[in-house]
């Protein structure tokens, strides 16, 4: 829930006594009397009492924050993966090989993962605002200029400029979700966060269209530019400031609390209220809320932050959710974007290269069959919370995985046997859709179930996910025609492509038994001691 005001009243505060046991991913959700619930269950994280305190805003303040910064994700990955219909014509107009075009797709896709080292610790050190609007300038102007490029170069300088300013639309969305939103409530809006995601690769259809028009792939860009520049007002507009020092509003308030609790008659008890509530802050007008600067900390160490992210790839929860995400972006965003236009315009299909992009067609009914259980992790993961007497698991919510672990490679299986056996068309959307459904729950609730586990170290984190998974992206795409060319697409797609995501879904039952000894054993190691040092008492906390 979060706490509205009432019509012609003040504002409800939301309350709670829920707490983390010593086991990071572990909390205690047992209500006391007077705790505001989700799920039957206390909040969790605590908030604080000020209506500036993010998990005290209204769901109208958080549901935009929420729209926008999907919507910014899907923009930026639309950008990315949208113009790999081009990729034979801009092989024809700046005379290269269709491999060396399509490295107009990789590289972008490297840049995007790799800028998270600098624009996710600029974000914790002057604040989220701020870096969206930065990242948003200069996704617009990378966009501009591509629309305006005359050679390869150029035209890869752009894209490299637009996909580095994006980056922060792939950590951004999560660290507010994690800022604004309760524990039961993360499942489902990381979810609604992950389909915005998803469907960037959609914008391969209307790119083929485009040149239907007679406008070339140029009006793609503009196209972009346009809905970049709205965006970047709503923006400035409605995301306010995240960032929040919870930990000293609560020290403030506490006195208050203390003395409520020492009051003995009604009256007392009453006087001792009203004093409360006026020590309660005032919610900052709207007009404060468009200040272009966030909330500085100087005590944020930026460039040993960088160097302490590195240390994620150790975290069993953390390296599954890169390997997850490489993996599946690595065959579904990129894969699937490079070969099917080749091979549905050739023999014996014969396709027109406008209607080459029709493939996201595939992604569009994969992800709306998995849009209806968007909610179904956190509902899971509260069933086994009263079960289990009011203690949450970040286990708790991965059952619903199951199916999705074997869907997935199933489908990359029949794709690949479909381009090497040339069989009817519809087999390849039947195996791109089966595999985007699959991914969907993999993209979501991997997500959600690392940020359960770690959330104190929510940024350093998501810096490491980030990169790693463009990485093991890039690495799928980089040279994957050259690959089918020499062994065949059963051998790549069917066999080696099909094997290793096999390989990383079936990682769920190990979590699934064992994922509680591991996180009690890492909290033990020099790993655990080295994040503690690091964990912030801001907003996530």
Known sequence: MSPDAPAGGKQHLAHSHAHEEDIPGTVNLNAAEGDDTGYGQALFPVPAEDPNDPLQWSNFKKTMILIICSFYSFLANAALIGPSPYIDLWAEEFGISPTKASELISYPNLAFGFGSLIFVPLYLKIGRRPVMLISLIVFCAGIIGASQCTTYGGLMAARVIHGFGSCVCEALPVQLVNDIFFLHERGERIGYYTVCLCLGTFASLPAGYILAGGYGWRLFFYVEFAFGAALLVLAFLFVEETSY????????????????????????????????????????????????????????????????????????????????????????????????????????????????????????????????????????????????????????????????????????????????????????????????????????????????????????????????????????????????????YAVVMSGIFGGVLLANNLVLLVFMLWGKRIRRFMSTTWLARLHSSSIREVVTH
């Not at 014996?348 to 069959?369: D, E, K, M, Q, R």
């Not at 999705?404 to 056996?421: N, T, V």
């Open 245 to 488: 020092d919870r930990k000293a509003a609560m020290l403030i308030s506490m006195p208050a609390t203390e003395e409520s609790e020492k009051a003995s008659d009604g009256v007392g008890s009453q006087v001792l209220m009203e004093n409360a509530d006026a020590r309660i802050p005032p919610r900052k007008p709207f007009a404060k809320t468009l200040s272009l600067w966030g909330r500085v900390d100087h005590d944020v160490p930026f460039f040993t932050m960088i160097a302490r992210s590195f240390t994620y790839f150790l975290v069993p929860q953390a390296l599954w959710v890169i390997a997850s995400f490489g993996i599946n972006i690595g065959l579904l965003a990129l894969a699937f974007s490079y070969t099917f236009p080749i091979l549905i315009t050739s023999p014996p299909y014969n396709w027109t290269v406008i209607n080459s992009g029709l493939f996201a067609i595939a992604a569009v009914v994969g992800y709306a069959l998995a849009v209806p259980f968007t909610s179904s992790s956190d509902r899971l993961a509260a069933y086994f919370t009263k079960r289990n007497n009011g203690i949450r698991e970040a286990e708790m919510r991965l059952g619903v995985m199951l199916p999705a672990m074997l869907i997935g490679p199933a489908g990359i299986i029949l794709y690949g046997f479909a381009a090497e056996k040339s069989l009817p068309w519809i087999v390849y959307f039947v195996g791109g859709a089966m595999s985007y459904f699959a991914a969907y729950f993999y993209f979501s609730f991997t997500l959600a179930y690392a940020v359960d586990s770690y959330h104190a170290n929510t940024s350093e984190m998501l810096i490491a996910m980030n990169l790693g998974k463009q990485a093991i992206s890039f690495g799928f795409g980089l040279k994957l025609l050259t690959w089918v060319t020499e062994s065949g």
